[in-house]
C-alpha cells in the first residue's frame, strides 16, 4: 500500500534557499546586500556606456573607471544613510525615501566628477545615466528582497503547502462549501467531484469537476490531502459507496452533516465535522412508527434509571420529544445527572409540548440498589413508565469485580421492580445486552439474569393479574457510549498510534446511540408482558475492518507486513478476561416479527419465581462475603449457557488469596 507524503513535509528548492538566507547571521546578510550593490554598480555603469553607444561594448579601461567611482562614492553613502541596518523584508516607504536621498546625493557627486569635471573616455551623458540606473536597480532589489522573503512571498507559499482539498458533490451544498473556503486560510479547495458524467470537465466558479473514478491519480497529480463530503441529502449506503473509494487514495475525509442539521439550509465552514463512524455501517435509521412511539410517554410521567449514561442519556433526549409531564432522572453519580439536566434543561427551552406546557425535570440522586431511596421517589411521584437503564457493562471492569456488578445489575433490577410492582407501574422496559446470549463473562450472566427477574415477574404478574407490564429489550454496542471501541481508536489513531486490538477475528454488532434509543420506547410500546425484544442490529463488524477503514479515511496508511512504511501499527494484545469472539442476540433461533421492521420478539426460557427466588436469597449470600468462586457456581447454575473462561479475576478475591499464601 502507498502512502503519500504529505506537501508540507516536501520543501522545494526556493524554500531551502529561502530558509537558509533567513537563517544566515546579521553580518553576512549585510556583506551579500553589499555585494549585490557593488555588482549592481558595476551592471547600471556597462548599462549607461550602451545606452550613451547605443550599442553593446566590452569593458575597457573607461568603463573600470566609471565603475570604480561608482563604488566609491556609492558604497560609503549607503554606509552612512543605514541601508546596510535596514531588515530589507520589513522595508516599507521609509526605507524607499532612504534609498532615494542617498542616491539623490551620489548623483550630484557623480554627476559633478564625470559630467561637470570631465573624466577621459567616459561620456559625460554617463555621469547622468548611471545615477538614475543604480537608482533604479538598489530599489528594484529591495523590492524584490521584500517580496522574497517578506509577507508577500511567504503567503504564497504557505498558502502552496496548505492542506489540498477536494469537494465530493457539486450540487447546493458542494457549491455553498466552496464560496465558504474560497477566501479560506486553512486550506485550499483544488477541485469538486461528482458522479454527473455531465459535469466532467467543466469549471464552476474557477473551479475544474472531476470524475470520482479517477480519484486514486486526482489525489497524487494535485496533492490532494483531504476530501470533504458535501452531499448531505446522501443515504448512509451511498455515502459508504462513497468512502470506499475514496479510501482507496489515503485522504482524510470529512462531511457536512445530514439536511436538518445545516442551520437553516445553509452551509458553513463550521458544519464540516470529522467523518461519522455511523457512515460505515451503511444503514440507515428507520424513522420511529408515531403510533408506538409516543404511547407510553406522552402526557405521563416517566422515570429513567441510569439517566446520565450513554443509553441512558439518548432515552431522555427522546423523551422530551414526546411530550411527558414530567421526567424524573435517576442517576448514581452526581456529575453525569448535571451534565444530563443542563443539557435537557437546554433542550426543553427551545421547544414547546404538544400540551403548551414545558416538561417538568426532576434530577435525583439514588442508588437503584436502596430500597428505602427507591420506595420514597416512586411513592412521590408514582411514575406510569419505567425505562431500567442503570447498569454497570464494562467487561472487564465487572469481570474484575464481579460481586459489585451482580448486585448493581440483577438486585438493582429486582429492587426497582418490585417498586414498580408496588407503586403501580405500568410499563417497565428493561435495557439489555447480547452480550446475556451464552454469556462467557460475569456482566453477561448478570444481564441474562435480570431479563429472567422480570420474565419470572411477569408470569407472576399475568396470575396475579397486577398491571405491570414488563419487558426487555436487547441489542449490540452502540457506536460512541462510554467504553466504545470507536472514540478508543479515534483517539489512538490521532495520537499516532498504535490501535490496539485483542484479536483480529473479532466481531462486534453495533447501532447508533440515538437509533437503538428510538427502538427501545417502541419495543417497550408493545409489549404485552415478559416479552424479550431483540434489534435487528444488520450484519456484524470485524472490528480489525473497521479499525483500518478509519485509519485510511483519516488519511494514512495501515503499518504492516504489506506496507511495512505505513503510519499506524495495530497491536493484538490478547482477548480480556470473559471477552468473547463474537457476540450472539438469540439464545434460541427462533425469533418473531413484530409490526416494526427491526424488532423481533425472543422466546427464552426461565425459572418460575419461587425457584428463582430461593436461588437469589443464595446468590445474595455468595455476594455479601465476595465468594467468588461460588458466586461463579451458582451463575452457571442459574443461567443456561453461561460457560466462565479463564481463573477468578477478582482484585479482591487475588489479593486475599495471596497473602493466605
Known sequence: MKTHPHPRLQETNNQVLTNFLLR??????????????????????????????ESWTPWTHAHFTAFLGSVAFALPLFIVFGLYRAIFRYAGLPALLTVLKAISIYAVIYGFAFTLVSVPGVPRSVGVLQPLLLLLGVTL????????????????????????????????????????????????????????????????????????????SLAAKLRVTQVFLAMPSASRARRNEILDLVRAS???????????????????????????????????????NPLIFAKNIKGKVVLVTGAGGSIGSELCRQIVNLAPTTLLLLE????????????????????????????SLVPLLANVRDDARMAEIFRAWKPHTVYHAAAYKHVPLVEHNPAEGIK??????????????????????????????????????SKRLAEMVLQAQADVMAQAGHKTCFS??????????????????????????????????????????????????????????????????????????????????????????????????????????????????????????TIHPRIMKAHEDFLPWAELQRKLAALSLALDVNDVPQIRTLLQDLVSGYQPEGDVVDWVYLTKTNESN
Open 250 to 288: 489515503h485522504v482524510q475525509v470529512r462531511t457536512l452533516p445530514g439536511v436538518m442539521g445545516l442551520a437553516q439550509g445553509k452551509v458553513q465552514v463550521s458544519d464540516l465535522k470529522e467523518l461519522d463512524i455511523e457512515d460505515l455501517l451503511g444503514r440507515d435509521p428507520i424513522p420511529p
Open 332 to 359: 448514581l453519580t452526581e456529575f453525569a445527572l448535571y451534565t444530563i439536566e443542563q443539557e435537557l434543561k437546554v433542550l426543553i427551552s427551545q421547544m414547546t409540548t404538544a400540551a403548551g406546557a414545558p416538561v
Open 141 to 216: 532589489s529591495r523590492a524584490f528582497i521584500r517580496y522574497w522573503l517578506g509577507g508577500t512571498y511567504q503567503g504564497l507559499w504557505g498558502r502552496d503547502s496548505l492542506p489540498r482539498v477536494l469537494i465530493y458533490g457539486a450540487g447546493s451544498a458542494g457549491r455553498q462549501l466552496a464560496a465558504a473556503l474560497k477566501t479560506s486560510s486553512q486550506l485550499v479547495v483544488v477541485g469538486l467531484l461528482d458522479d454527473d458524467s455531465r459535469l466532467h470537465k467543466q469549471v464552476l466558479n474557477g473551479l475544474k469537476i472531476y470524475d470520482p473514478q479517477t480519484i486514486l
Open 24 to 53: 544566515l547571521p546579521r553580518s553576512a546578510k549585510r556583506s551579500l546586500a553589499l555585494g549585490a550593490d557593488i555588482l549592481l554598480c558595476a551592471i547600471t555603469v556597462w548599462m549607461a556606456f550602451d545606452l550613451r553607444l
Open 472 to 593: 426487555m429489550v436487547r441489542f449490540g454496542n452502540v457506536l460512541g457510549s462510554s467504553g466504545s471501541v470507536v472514540p478508543l481508536f479515534r483517539r489512538q489513531i490521532k495520537d499516532g498510534g498504535p490501535i490496539t486490538l485483542t484479536d483480529e477475528r473479532i466481531t462486534r454488532y453495533f447501532m447508533t446511540i440515538p437509533e437503538a434509543a428510538q427502538l427501545v420506547i417502541q419495543a417497550g410500546a408493545m409489549a404485552s408482558g415478559g416479552d424479550v425484544f431483540v434489534l435487528d442490529m444488520g450484519e456484524p463488524v470485524k472490528i480489525a475492518d473497521l479499525a483500518k477503514r478509519m485509519v485510511e479515511l483519516s488519511g494514512l496508511g495501515l503499518k504492516d507486513e504489506a506496507n511495512p512504511n505505513g503510519d499506524i501499527e495495530m497491536q493484538v494484545t490478547g482477548l480480556r478476561p470473559g471477552e468473547k469472539l463474537y457476540e450472539e442476540l438469540l439464545i434460541g433461533d427462533n425469533p418473531l416479527p
Open 408 to 445: 448493581n445489575n440483577v438486585l438493582g433490577t429486582l429492587t426497582t421492580a418490585m417498586q414498580a410492582v408496588d407503586h403501580g407501574v405500568s410499563d417497565f422496559v428493561l435495557v439489555s445486552t447480547d452480550k446475556a446470549v451464552r454469556p462467557t463473562n460475569v456482566m453477561g450472566a
